[in-house]
């Protein structure tokens, strides 16, 4: 066999490899967590009372987060009105507020009626028990947990996927039970055994 077959069959191999460990890791969900049942009275900015609240957990250097968003953007557009929404970024310890708000923190303030918050230490974070960035949780006007999970079909898959319709069905009142899908993203490594988990994102 001839070196540049030998050398095309080897480059071969490895993009194949490549590509199959880039299609596992986008397929692997992050950690959910286990967020509290009843809406936290501790939390920092307040349920509206009387209506659907979803609260998002994002790491502001995410680049799975990306369409996290842009799922937010059309939860937003299809069900406005119908509920609150607040994205909080987490800031590690040690960081600024200027490392928080990168582009994705610009992305979400300008999404309509979402408000944006940093997440101190991931002091927010611990009080919902979200692990993940990514990690998207709706309470019912009454406070009571009825979703928790991810709103993208993969690390950084934008599209339809089953969270979004269940968040859209659940505040359209089309869906009576709780939902909770699988969550795509970096660990917002406010735990110390998450603090090594990510490369791409972590300080």
């Known amino acids: 066999m001839k070196i540049s077959t030998i050398a095309a069959v080897v480059w071969l191999l490895v993009v194949c490899a490549g590509s199959l460990l880039m299609a596992q890791y986008s397929q692997t969900a992050g950690a959910a967590g286990t967020a509290p049942t ?13 209506r659907f609240s979803l609260v998002m957990f994002l790491h502001p250097r995410c680049p799975c987060s990306r369409a996290t968003l842009g799922e937010l953007e059309q939860i937003v557009a299809h069900c ?3 509920f609150s929404a607040q994205v909080w970024f987490i800031q590690p310890e040690g960081m600024t507020e200027d490392w928080v708000k990168t582009d994705l923190w610009s ?3 300008a999404i309509p009626g979402v408000q944006v918050h940093v997440d101190h230490e991931g002091a927010e974070a611990r009080r919902f028990q979200a692990l993940t960035s990514g990690q998207t949780l709706l ?7 009825i979703f928790q999970g991810g709103i993208t079909l993969a690390r950084g898959h934008a599209g339809d996927n089953p969270g979004r319709d269940a968040i859209e069905a659940l505040l359209k009142q089309t869906l009576s039970h709780a939902a909770s899908p699988p969550v795509f993203g970096c660990a917002l490594g406010w735990t110390p055994t998450q603090k090594k988990e990510c490369t791409l994102c972590q300080p």
């Open 38 to 50: 009843h809406w936290p009275q501790a939390c920092q900015s307040p349920r509206d009372p009387g």
């Open 80 to 82: 406005q009105g119908l």
């Open 107 to 109: 992305t979400a303030a």
């Open 139 to 145: 309470y019912d006007a009454g406070g009571e947990l």
